[in-house]
């Protein structure tokens, strides 16, 4: 049976499964206990053994197994206040691993801090330089920002070579400006990102499960909430949005316009098709030109009144099912050392080292920066020392 673990704070349980958005029945199924065992340790009136304990921290809360020793809930942001703009039906579908990636993403916002010894170390800072005001429209926000991160169009559809090539591209011009990039793949399939604004070090985190140009995609959303000082989640099915009002709605309007001109400005499609439906041959075509989803380009055709919302909705479905049917079937180990570089980047991990290299860090702090055992860390060191330093 096992001894129950004394000095077990059963107000630190509670608050812990509640912030990992689990019920005490889902508790209880993922430990094998029934619901009333869950209850009476969070009452006080019984304790975990040590496995027990274990369990919970490192395989249900995913915590570390001190926190539930503390007198009061550490100093947390929640979702429900760094995501205000999300109806409160879609913070609590919010899956506990999500709700484990959101805490991840905070961890490494005060890596940054740390690490760039609390000055954000860019050059320029778009959300310092860009403060544009409510009055502005979405084309006229993403041509001052297509600007401002000097990326032009003949660049997009005539130089990248690929959508990889593009995400990658994207992805060095945003970090490049101060808003740090960075990628996991989540169990929540419905869920393609989140960012978290902040002054100093604002950061968007992808979701590496969805395809290349959705993570384009997502990428322009949050930077158009982070634009607006706002953190935000973006979902594969925005028709939440309907259930917002005021403020928040139109937050979400404009980050989902924004994202779309930036990408593919309405002025140029116009020139490729005029007044008249296109076909799927022509929407993949555009797709590819501009390194975007096909969803994306028929969404634009849908806000120039040339399709309908029945047409748009049943053909993003068809095209979403789609690829989740060829990543089913494409799944695979790949290299750990390369899923790790892509989901930290290439600037997080330069500066990560390069604090090690000057004696600022020791060995054990550099792998926590990286989130990777000790062992694991000389990996990652050939992948950095092999790449040519950019920007």
Known sequence: MGTPVT?????????????????????????????DVIESWEAGTAAPTYPQLEALAYRVYKRPLALFFFPEPPDEPDPEHAFRTLPEFELEDLSPDTRYKIRQALALQVSLQELNRGTNPAERKILKDLRPSQNLSAPMVAKQVRSYLGVDLLTQKSQWSSADEALKSWRQAVEEVGVYVFKNS????????????????????????????????????????????TS?????????????????????????????????????LRHLVIGRRPSDEQVGD????????????????????????????SKAAQWKADYENHSAKGEGGGNYYLTQAAYLGERYMRLAFRRYYEGSISLDQLADYLNVRVGSVPGLEQLVLNSPERG
């Open 286 to 313: 555009i797709a590819a030109r501009f390194k975007v989803s096909r969803e994306v380009v028929l969404r634009r055709f849908l806000d120039l009144g040339l399709v309908s919302k029945a047409y748009y909705e």
């Open 7 to 35: 000095g077990v704070n059963p107000r630190m349980l509670v608050w812990a499964r509640e912030r990992a958005g689990q019920s005490v029945d889902q508790v209880a199924d993922t430990l094998g206990k029934t619901a």
């Open 232 to 268: 935000g989640v973006t979902k594969r099915d925005d028709r939440y949005i309907q259930q917002l009002t005021g403020h928040s709605k139109r937050i979400e309007i404009f980050c989902n316009q924004f994202a779309a001109e930036i990408l593919v400005p309405a002025d140029e």
């Open 186 to 229: 989540f169990k929540q399939k419905d869920v393609s990102g989140f960012c978290l604004y902040d002054d100093e070090f604002p950061l968007i985190y992808l979701n590496n499960g969805t395809s290349k140009t959705r993570q384009i995609f997502t990428i322009f959303h949050e930077l158009a909430h982070l634009l607006t000082q």
